[in-house]
């Protein structure tokens, strides 16, 4: 298998240089076997850190260095010289541990983690594999998301202590206190947190020129449907390349224009000039609610409440007339989930497409 030098300047005017595999070449059961690795959901994320604020927890944030090199092959894997190092024997590399670009190293590299947190007597959700939690005199969790770690304690000491048995067998930046996370912007205060995203959002009006539009008051004309969008010109730009950012920004932080961004993403394969105006006057909207933020608060009760909302239309969309599902669970007054979805089948009637709804939501 050959190999590539990946060059880059970073911000800082640092200069990077990464050795990769390329392993495109590798070949299935011979090379590699499993190339799975999980990352924890949006849902479970915001899930846990409204735990955590309510529990009244530090969260503390760090990084893995050069994650993937620590992971262990279980294959034997031979790799040509790289570039600028050839000694013209023509010898080749065996490789003792990952290396970035190997399919198989975001699985290994989850293996090496999870195998050393447990150790640590960490105990794995078995609904979540990349949340880690530790009950003993104090209560401590680990969130992981590849190679960004996520950790909160009641007892700073023992906080202190697993992070730093974590520096001993991994390379990784100074734990600070937690303002990011995944491009998403942490304000954490008496026993507040809040999640914006605002920075993203200025990224992707810069990106798609929009940065000096005029806001808009909704995400779009209220009572749309994809069919609306369907009878005009052919587009020809990045429509799937803004659905994907927007989706992303839904699924995060922005619940308010998922349904939008869901209406609108129906109609990828042939999009239309007046689809886009759609997605604009999403990012019109955006332009005009960018500081908008999801807020946890501890509750002053015992009795924590979670609020579950669920609706849907009836085959508002004349398209196909499936009609569209919607639900949002509130924990401790946040919320952690939601969802939109058009239906699979053809609800005869109101209180069928209501029922259809509530049971998806279950």
């Not at 005017?13 to 392993?23: I, T």
């Not at 065996?94 to 590299?109: E, M, R, V």
């Not at 999009?271 to 608060?297: D, H, M, V």
Request: aromatic share 12%.
């Amino acid at each position: 298998m050959s190999c590539k030098w990946m060059l880059r300047i970073k911000r800082n005017n640092v200069y990077k240089a990464r050795l990769v595999a390329r392993g495109f070449e590798q070949k299935p059961g011979v090379d590699y076997f499993e190339t799975y690795a999980p990352v924890i959901s949006m849902s479970s994320l915001r899930l846990v850190l409204a735990i955590i604020i309510q529990k009244n927890l530090e969260i503390y944030a760090l990084d893995v260095k050069t994650a993937f090199l620590n992971g262990d092959l279980q294959e034997t894997i031979y790799m040509e010289q790289p570039m600028g190092y050839n000694d013209n024997s023509g010898r080749v590399c065996k490789l003792l541990k990952s290396l970035y670009g190997l399919k198989q190293a975001p699985t290994q590299w989850f293996k090496r983690f999870t195998d050393f947190i447990i150790h640590l007597n960490f105990q794995q959700l078995n609904c979540e594999a990349c949340i880690f939690v530790r009950r003993s005199k104090s209560e401590i969790f680990i969130v992981l998301y590849v190679d960004d770690l996520l950790i909160a304690g009641s007892d700073d000491s023992e906080v202190g202590v697993v992070i730093q048995l974590l520096r001993n067998e991994f390379e990784m930046s100074k734990a600070e206190v937690e303002n990011e996370f995944l491009g998403i912007g942490f304000v954490y205060s008496h026993n507040k947190l809040s999640l914006c995203q605002k920075a993203y959002v200025e990224k992707v009006l810069n990106k798609f020129r929009m940065a000096d539009c005029k806001p808009s008051g909704t995400p779009l004309v209220p009572k749309s449907t994809s069919s609306d969008f369907v009878n005009s010109e052919r587009f020809h730009g990045p429509y799937r390349e803004l659905v994907g950012a927007l989706l992303y920004l839904s699924m995060t932080t922005r619940p308010d224009i998922l349904y939008s961004v869901n209406c609108l993403s129906q109609i990828q394969e042939q999009p239309t000039n007046s689809a886009w105006a759609g997605l604009k006057r999403i990012l019109r909207y955006l332009k005009g609610t960018s500081e908008l933020q999801l807020l946890f608060c501890k509750s002053d009760s015992d009795n924590i409440m979670i609020n579950v909302y669920v609706d849907a239309d009836w085959g508002a969309d004349t398209y196909d007339r499936k009609s569209i599902s919607g639900y949002i669970i509130f924990f401790i007054d946040c919320p952690v989930i939601w969802s939109v979805k058009k239906q699979t089948s053809i609800a005869l009637y109101t209180t069928e497409a209501e029922i259809l709804a509530l049971a998806k939501t279950i």
